[in-house]
């Protein structure tokens, strides 16, 4: 509608100027107004439908590719999460995806609407007059080679650009996750200047990027020169030898201006378009890779009676992180974790959780390998409470209840066997209170009693403790250990220990050194024969 709208514009100029103008058609002075009202109709009525269905389906093509890029993203394995920075993550699940964005809902809907106007008028002037369209646009071929070379330059800068973003929000992201530190080491000024150095590396690129972008118009805008140059010399000699109209010569002349402006903005937008192109093959690096870790197809169900490690190997990094695991656990009993810091403590954890699969050996749950089973089923027996607490900004409830359907009298219950009731209850909207981002309007304590609670709330047939009480105070700390026992009486509990109170009652000690298991036993018979347990049981008396 826009395309026929404006090329009707152009032919309309014909018999304004010849019937009104020359033949003096007092009739055709009353209609043809009525006409130029219709026609401007009709091209605003069909670029608000272009802009309003172009927008929608861009809008819609962009929230799926979103969708989809998260939902792949979570998919991974979590060595991909350490290759990535989550800045970099971020930037291409929102900046990237805004530029195709513009493309999908503005370039493209533009480019069809000048490329249709482009055939309008090109088939007007031809149906005008062949030989003077030919004349008008000899010179077009000339820009090919130019604007090919301004492309591949543009997709080159906008690839830079994005790397920069991507730089940039993971800057920002590493300022707001460390703020504390950042204010403590009054190091303001220092991540300040850090930020400013790599946007002004965004700004010049995009200033180089439209530097070079912009000379497609003046290109354009010569080129288009010499074409009406050579249409004005033939055109006016045709109408002082009386083979042309005046009217016909201003309407070709009317239709070739309108014509070069099409022209002249598809070229800018197929350079425009470069960007979109850089960041949908950023995209879809991300859409194409596929998980390194993959689930089986049994699901999991009923008691996890034994757990068992058979020569296990974990490679990770070029680097062997543990060698020749072995060892075994069954339901009920209470495995503790201890070595110095790098032993492999939570490379075993990580194993079970599957965050990362044996280079060598087998783990089995009831005989059966773990990579026989869904991840989902395997992470459903799990639950882990770890040095480091997740908090979720939601309420105490969801935070809770992560994951699983919030059952408000499950939720309760597993507050008061973590310990955490007393406060909860006191909060202005009880579990129902939001808790801020990171739990910073809780205490370290109380974050971790909500850790304890959300395991326990799960109802898992596995427990693991990483040190899930070094935040609590003696009191708080004796009555959750009396309420963790109780609750794991009949599951597997295993605890990475850096306090050796912690692990008074464990069945089996496996004591690490370098990825390997120095000694296994309890603690006595460690305490008896093991030189490495008794060096680290002596270091923390």
Not at 115 to 131: E, M, N, S
Not at 235 to 250: A, C, L, P, Q, T
Not at 304 to 318: G, Q, R, T
Request: aromatic letters at 8%.
């Amino acid at each position: 509608m826009v395309a026929l709208g404006t090329a009707s514009s152009a032919a309309i100029i014909k018999p304004i100027l010849d019937k009104i103008f020359i033949e003096k058609n007092e009739e055709m002075l009353y209609l043809l107004p009525l006409g130029i009202i219709i026609l401007y109709t009709i091209k605003a009525s069909g670029a608000f439908m272009q802009v309003y269905f172009s927008s929608y389906i861009g809008q819609d093509i962009v929230r799926r590719l979103r969708d989809r890029i998260v939902d792949t993203i979570l998919s991974f394995e979590m060595g991909f999460f350490h290759e990535f920075r989550s800045g970099e993550l971020i930037s291409r699940s929102m900046n990237d995806i805004e530029r195709v964005r513009q493309v999908v809902s503005a370039t493209l809907p533009v480019m069809s609407r000048e490329f249709l106007t482009i055939l309008a008028l090109l088939g007007y002037v031809f149906y005008l007059d062949p030989q003077m369209a030919l004349l008008s646009i000899i010179f077009i071929p000339l820009t090919a080679k130019p604007i090919s070379m301004i492309a591949k330059k543009m997709k080159k800068f906008s690839h830079t650009s994005q790397e920069r973003t991507s730089d940039l929000t993971a800057r920002l992201s590493e300022i707001f996750n460390n703020i504390e530190v950042i204010k403590a080491s009054a190091a303001e000024q220092y991540e300040s200047k850090r930020f400013e150095k790599e946007n002004q590396q965004i700004f010049d690129v995009n200033i180089k990027a439209t530097k070079t972008g912009e000379l497609v118009s003046p290109l354009m805008e010569i080129i288009g020169s010499l074409g009406v140059a050579l249409v004005i010399i033939y055109g006016g000699k045709e109408v002082i030898n009386g083979d042309m109209s005046v009217g016909s010569f201003f309407s070709f002349l009317t239709a070739l201006f309108m014509l070069y402006t099409p022209v002249k903005r598809v070229s800018n937008l197929y350079n425009k378009m470069q960007d979109a192109i850089a960041a949908s093959e950023r995209i879809f690096s991300i859409l194409n890779r596929k998980s390194k870790i993959e689930g089986g197809t049994i699901i999991r169900e009923g008691d996890i009676n034994k757990i068992e490690f058979k020569a296990v190997d974990l490679d990770y990094s070029d680097k062997k992180t543990l060698q020749n695991i072995a060892f075994s656990i069954k339901k009920g009993d209470t495995l503790a974790l201890v070595g110095n810091s790098g032993s492999g403590k939570s490379s075993i954890v990580n194993l079970l959780l599957r965050f990362y699969d044996t280079s060598k050996g087998e783990i089995l749950f009831n005989k059966e390998s773990i990579k026989n089973y869904t991840l989902d089923s395997i992470r459903d027996s799990i639950s882990i409470v770890t040095q480091r607490v997740y908090i979720f900004n939601d309420t105490i409830a969801q935070n809770v209840a992560y994951g699983k359907v919030v059952d408000e009298k499950k939720v309760v219950e597993s507050l008061k066997s973590a310990n955490a009731w007393d406060f909860v209850k006191n909060m202005p909207q009880g579990i129902n209170t939001t808790i801020n981002e990171f739990g910073t309007n809780l205490s370290g304590g109380q974050r971790q009693r909500l850790a304890i609670a959300r395991a326990i709330y799960r109802d898992p047939k596995i427990f693991i403790f990483d040190e899930a009480t070094s935040a609590l105070d003696t009191q708080s700390e004796q009555k959750i250990t009396d309420a963790l026992k109780k609750i794991s009486k009949d599951k597997i509990t295993i605890i990475i220990a850096h306090r050796l109170k912690t692990i008074e009652h464990a069945n089996e000690i496996l004591d690490l050194k370098d990825g390997k298991i120095s000694c296994k036993g309890n603690k006595s018979e460690l305490m008896k024969h093991c030189i490495d347990f008794k060096q680290l049981n002596g270091l923390q008396k």
